[in-house]
């Protein structure tokens, strides 16, 4: 495939050429009203995706091409069709002068295979019918239509600390913060976020290595009540009165993690049922039974959704750091803590004794300053992952056992649990019941397959590697 570029000044250039043609660019300044340079230009002839680069001059001046990369904002990346796009330049720091309005400035546009632009990072599960599920990749999270996006973990806050060097590519450091602000993510659909963990290990609970072969994707928020309602009715509420979920107030109730499901209690209106659903980890990812809730959103999106198992979850959690208390970075700062989690005494305006129960209960009809927030209130870890501590405890997988200090591979967990109760699942994450001492990234706790608990949800994994059975 060929690709061309073209230059032009402020003003107007108009090109026909062969392959992957930059056209029709217009480059205008709306000084004095505005510094930002707008430009706008057609692409044609696209047979592949492609990245438009842009180099900005002063004259004969160059601009520093990382200015440039920071200045400008818009369409440029894994471009598919022959439309009208437009970029904006903030020309303020790219020259060494104090002028915003340059006479002599102009743009050359180049178009280039795209190649780590099409990465896809996120994936859009429609809850509804016909159940599509949409790919999100780096370019189109870089070309702005999905809202704001934070470059890396610490343009979050410059207290956190950064993942270990070389663990996430430019492309993976990427955080869709404009998520949070459409409630549809909340709701109707369901927004996962891909972990970039194929071939890599860690250290699992501080205590052994664990590698994995494949990547997977995980919920950027735990399920809410609006979601798990979306595909599966709930034992304890109907949808016109919802406080049974948590008994907290339902004008608030739809967006807070749907909570009292139990892993397996029946074969309907359970996580993954109880006939063929507590096999795990005799069974695979799609051994559910039909009627419980992730059997029910396999059979309709045709792709193997599963709780993660708890190595996942805490590779997950960690978001690329050696942190194995809080991800970022200082577990003794309450600023930190309080800008990303809800636990006893921290953004919560209930001060619970700690250890406390898994089935304490926020009061009936309380506001949103106690029980679970609802998801995304607070800063997500670097892997833009909301509410991987605190909020309610995240059920996974795997029964609780011992985690021996022998290297693993792709672990499914014990064949039993140590506990009495042979079927016991982890836990992990804390909730906002329970003290920071137990919101932890290694923290395990463990629950009863046939009970449902107030301050136990869930986080969805996709696993794309496997099949739902014909």
Partial sequence: MKFNAVMAVLGIAAFSLEAADIGQVIVRQQWPWSTDVKVEYTLSNVTEPVDVKVRVFNGEIEADAAKVEAAVSGSRYALTDGNTYALTINPAGLFDTS????????????????????????????????????????????????????????????????????????????IWTGVTNDVKYK???????????????????????????????????????????????????????????????????????ANRVSFGKSDSNTLRGKTNGNLWPEGDHTTVDANSYFGKLQSRTKLVFDLPNEAMWEYACRGGTKNYEIYTGNYSSDAQAQKIMRASGINNSVAYSAPTSFNNVAPKDCDLSQGPAWVGSYLPNAYGLYDMLGNLWEICLDRIGTITADDKFDPRGPAESYNSNVQDRVVRGGAYGFSRSLTLCTRRESVSVSEPYRQVGFRVCLYPDFKVAE
């Fill in 187 to 257: 709701s109707t659909h369901m927004v996962l976020r891909k972990i970039p963990a194929k071939g890599k290990s860690f250290k699992f609970n501080n205590v052994c290595n664990v590698t994995f072969t494949n990547d997977f994707y995980i919920g950027v928020f735990e399920v809410t009540q609006a979601q798990f309602l979306k595909t599966c009715s709930h034992p304890h509420i109907s949808t016109t009165d919802p406080l049974g979920f948590n008994e907290t107030n339902k004008l608030y109730s739809a967006y807070r993690p």
């Fill in 99 to 174: 002028a915003y309005a340059l006479s002599d400035f102009k743009v050359k546009l180049s178009a280039v295979k795209a190649e780590a632009s099409t990465e896809v990072l996120y994936k859009i599960v429609n809850l509804e019918a016909p159940y599509d599920v949409e790919d999100v990749t780096w370019g189109r999270l870089m070309n702005g239509s999905l809202g704001d996006v934070a470059m890396k973990f610490t343009d979050l806050d410059e207290t956190f600390q950064a993942p270990v060097a070389g663990t996430l590519s430019r492309q993976e450091e990427i």
